[in-house]
């Protein structure tokens, strides 16, 4: 396919979604609802195909050579689809944002403002591997009376496509334009720099990945991007911190699922309670085959796989490693989390609660927490019920996006006949 | 200077904005209050050196041969200097929305989520000649909490310098550092590009002016943008419409101010009331100068002084021309917005309701009035007070931006050594 060819295809994707949107503006509730349901219905009945078509991607990608890691993230089973099913269930549930009057007000020459709650319009999401994004981002979308470009990744073509024909379908059932959910089916990476520079057919582009991915997004979109999911998360403890608590927090952060992106990379310890936690949380990580990357002070204490290094302390390291540092007071690690943070999660265990309220005054990030793990900034443990990413650029959205985050406003003004003098 | 330099000295304008915003999040209203205040006696004491410094950018305007109604925008006199200091007067009157509790929740597991309005940290303005954005973006900044890195344009260079030193003596005598105050002083094109690549410093970019400008912050920036503006804003007369309130609303749209963003640059007239309606606007029209350009059926009614073209209907002429074309039905009328809107403020005039809730449900804009002229999208005639720009995007802010909008929020997150299972 010729590159003028790949941008003909691209662009008619995004336009079919936009005129879709136009009558996905108009559903009712109830109506999305059904769709839900029947998105759901179909990938019950079309199960065997998206497991044969999944099997297939697996089979290329092993081919390939692919490593192991990322086969797992590709690969579903029936327990897989049923999750996925019961996430669009679960959607039906939830409240509409769409139609919500945020504010109504009656001004002075009579004409009524009311601040109403809309649909972006067309998402686009640009995503890696994992398959459950693609159900997730349409069902998100559907709810919320979006239409969707889905951009995944080359690895979970077959899947993807195997998916979104059975979310397609369910569409139809409900009568709704099946163009509403678009997957683009040319995995060429000039296929996302399409995508994501058409300002005219696209609302919002959603990237979901690794921060290569997150970045080249970035400085390519012309159409407003979110920015999600890198957290460099630290956690400080503080001289006033309860030692247990700080332990439990500091072990349950790093070790409970490394692999995520509010697990803490980097742990801050307070130079007058250093020896102490230092003795109490090293045997632990070492039991669970944490590898210890420290400062020289921590070094001092005890003895460190590796000497941190300027790249350790601002690694994502998505594995059991981490970084400690020793630091003089609460003054030095807000001001390293100021300069080596992604605005993700930073946590402070203390007793002391002016130390606390600075820390969650000044520190900037979407979710600050004062004795409570960073592994809870997640859509699910806020209670959003569902979440498309987790913002971490302060405009529009900010931590876990639920529905909410998917819908924009505008003012409807009424009037009879007022003029401006 | 250098390349080397310029990046050099425009980051560290940015980087010294970062810091200072570190210390601004720390201010209660009160103190804030204290500076606007402070800003607008500064401003008074500094007037003479102000408007000696505006006469020296005007001749060297005038030399350079800058239009005069460039030369107008730019010009300031005592009473514009007495409009800035009512407008920073204003905002101390307005409540703070930093520190609003948006939503609060305690988990199942005690966990207590705030989601906390805060100031976004430094906010970029690109903006063209006309000095008083310099006050009002300042003022609007300092309010919220931000600190504010401007970049005006070069004719405006020495009122921009005189004014910012002004309300930089204002900061000082309230005990804020004056680095929350930040004029680029170097005018070449690229320092526009290297302040809006500064990701690692600015949290977002307002760009104000002309679409050039906006498209190329658009194109070039890195931090998330804010678009304004640009209005190529629709009148639509319905079949139904009572015509003497069409006609009043149609002449107040683009006549009473025909230089702004919101007044209406097409008149879109329902075949079934065309003959009639255009005969009595056309008369009004010709009276105040209006230059028409019109469609073949506009043209078989009336005689126009030019038939438009695709161009005319994509133009935001800003001055005393419009476009009027003859439309079969509101469908046709809502898909030629869709088509040449620019997502700012479009209008219908009718008696059917059914017909208006249709084109404020479809009609994609960040107001869409029924029965009102689209004069009052407007942050004034909205009730907000003041406004930073009109967002014809939909990310984070759509319409007139008053002080909520330069905020984000963040999630505090308190508990008592909560873990995940």
């Given at each position: 396919?010729?590159?003028?060819?790949?941008?003909?295809?691209?662009?008619?994707?995004?336009?079919?979604?936009?005129?879709?949107?136009?009558?996905?503006i108009?559903?009712?509730?109830?109506?999305?609802?059904?769709?839900?349901?029947?998105?759901?219905?179909?990938?019950?009945?079309?199960?065997?195909?998206?497991?044969?078509?999944?099997?297939?991607?697996?089979?290329?990608?092993?081919?390939?050579?692919?490593?192991e890691?990322?086969?797992?993230?590709?690969?579903?089973?029936?327990?897989?689809?049923?999750?996925?099913?019961?996430?669009?269930?679960?959607?039906?549930?939830?409240?509409d944002?769409?139609g919500?009057?945020?504010?109504?007000?009656?001004?002075?020459?009579?004409?009524?403002?009311?601040?109403?709650?809309?649909?972006?319009?067309?998402?686009g999401?640009?995503?890696?591997?994992?398959?459950?994004?693609?159900?997730?981002?349409?069902?998100?979308?559907?709810?919320?009376?979006?239409?969707?470009?889905?951009?995944?990744?080359?690895?979970?073509?077959?899947?993807?496509?195997?998916?979104?024909?059975?979310?397609?379908?369910?569409?139809?059932?409900?009568?709704?334009?099946?163009?509403?959910?678009?997957?683009?089916?040319?995995?060429?990476?000039?296929?996302?720099?399409?995508?994501?520079?058409?300002?005219?057919?696209?609302?919002?582009?959603?990237?979901?990945g690794?921060?290569?991915?997150?970045?080249?997004?970035?400085?390519?979109?012309?159409?407003?991007?979110?920015?999600?999911?890198?957290?460099?998360?630290?956690?400080?403890?503080?001289?006033?911190?309860?030692?247990?608590?700080?332990?439990?927090?500091?072990?349950?952060?790093?070790?409970?699922?490394?692999?995520?992106?509010?697990?803490?990379?980097?742990?801050?310890?307070?130079?007058?309670?250093?020896?102490?936690?230092?003795?109490?949380?090293?045997?632990?990580?070492?039991?669970?085959?944490?590898?210890?990357?420290?400062?020289?002070?921590?070094?001092?204490?005890?003895?460190?796989?590796?000497v941190?290094?300027?790249?350790?302390?601002?690694?994502?390291?998505?594995?059991?490693?981490?970084?400690?540092?020793?630091?003089?007071?609460?003054?030095?690690?807000?001001?390293?989390?100021?300069?080596?943070?992604?605005?993700?999660?930073?946590?402070?265990?203390?007793?002391?609660?002016?130390?606390?309220?600075?820390?969650l005054?000044?520190?900037?990030?979407a979710?600050?927490?004062?004795?409570?793990?960073?592994?809870?900034?997640?859509?699910?443990?806020?209670?959003?019920?569902?979440?498309i990413?987790?913002?971490?650029?302060?405009?529009?959205?900010?931590?876990?996006?639920?529905?909410?985050?998917?819908?924009?406003?505008?003012?409807?003004v009424?009037?009879?006949?007022?003029?401006?003098?």
């Amino acid at each position: 396919m010729s590159s003028f060819d790949l941008e003909t295809y691209v662009l008619k994707c995004a336009k079919e979604a936009k005129q879709a949107s136009d009558q996905l503006i108009m559903r009712t509730t109830e109506e999305k609802n059904i769709a839900l349901a029947e998105m759901a219905e179909l990938l019950w009945q079309e199960r065997q195909k998206i497991l044969d078509a999944n099997k297939q991607d697996i089979k290329q990608a092993q081919l390939n050579g692919i490593p192991e890691t990322r086969i797992d993230r590709l690969m579903i089973d029936e327990a897989r689809i049923e999750g996925m099913i019961e996430g669009l269930h679960q959607l039906v549930a939830l409240i509409d944002p769409v139609g919500e009057v945020i504010e109504q007000v009656t001004r002075p020459n009579g004409m009524k403002l009311e601040k109403v709650r809309v649909p972006f319009g067309v998402i686009g999401m640009v995503y890696e591997s994992r398959p459950n994004v693609t159900v997730d981002a349409a069902g998100l979308a559907i709810k919320t009376g979006n239409a969707v470009v889905l951009r995944g990744g080359r690895e979970a073509l077959k899947t993807n496509q195997a998916l979104v024909n059975a979310l397609r379908l369910g569409l139809e059932r409900a009568n709704i334009p099946s163009t509403a959910i678009q997957l683009i089916e040319r995995t060429e990476r000039e296929s996302v720099g399409i995508l994501i520079r058409a300002k005219e057919w696209l609302d919002l582009v959603i990237p979901r990945g690794g921060a290569g991915l997150i970045q080249r997004v970035i400085e390519e979109s012309l159409v407003p991007v979110i920015e999600t999911g890198v957290g460099n998360c630290h956690l400080y403890v503080h001289e006033a911190a309860n030692l247990k608590m700080a332990k439990e927090i500091a072990f349950n952060a790093k070790v409970q699922r490394p692999s995520v992106c509010n697990a803490i990379e980097t742990l801050l310890v307070d130079q007058k309670i250093a020896d102490d936690f230092l003795a109490q949380i090293v045997p632990l990580y070492r039991e669970a085959e944490v590898e210890i990357r420290g400062c020289e002070k921590t070094n001092s204490i005890i003895e460190v796989e590796k000497v941190a290094t300027e790249e350790d302390y601002a690694a994502e390291f998505l594995d059991l490693t981490i970084a400690v540092k020793v630091v003089k007071d609460l003054e030095e690690a807000i001001q390293h989390i100021h300069h080596y943070g992604t605005k993700h999660t930073e946590a402070i265990v203390t007793e002391d609660q002016q130390a606390a309220k600075q820390f969650l005054n000044r520190v900037d990030a979407a979710a600050v927490n004062h004795n409570v793990s960073t592994r809870f900034t997640d859509g699910f443990e806020y209670g959003l019920g569902a979440e498309i990413g987790i913002s971490t650029q302060k405009l529009h959205a900010r931590g876990p996006m639920g529905l909410q985050e998917l819908t924009s406003y505008k003012y409807l003004v009424r009037g009879t006949g007022q003029i401006r003098e």
